[in-house]
């Protein structure tokens, strides 16, 4: 199983960014899906969730600006990131399965 998170970047307060992972070897449409951060010094913690059946869960920090969704088609998952804030600073990680995780790709929103 390989997980290839993309998307990453530096961004301006109240800017966008869509992060996207994308899969091999495991199927998404079967497994719960979800998106981590861990900001410097900080713990990790689930943003975003989304199980097999379309139910999704999130942060409350991140409600009303972020959505999880997928394309079962492309086995990829994707964390649309909307007014982000310089709090939104950290290094995002896709999760599947909840076995499997991607490498870590960095959101830095400056002020």
């Avoid at 999130?58 to 409600?63: A, G, L, M």
Wanted: glycine share 12%.
């Amino acid at each position: 199983v390989q997980l290839q998170a993309s998307g990453g970047g530096f961004v301006q307060a109240g800017g966008s960014l869509r992060l996207s992972c994308a899969a091999s070897g495991i199927s998404f449409s079967s497994n719960f899906m979800a998106w981590y951060r861990q900001a410097p010094g900080k713990q990790r913690e689930l943003v975003a969730g989304l199980t097999p059946a379309g139910r999704t869960n999130y942060v409350d920090s991140v409600k009303g600006r972020f959505t999880i969704s997928r394309d079962n088609a492309k086995n990829t998952v994707y964390l649309q990131m909307n007014s982000l804030k310089p709090d939104d600073t950290a290094v995002y990680y896709c999760n599947v399965g909840p076995a499997y995780w991607g490498k870590g790709t960095l959101v830095t929103v400056s002020s």
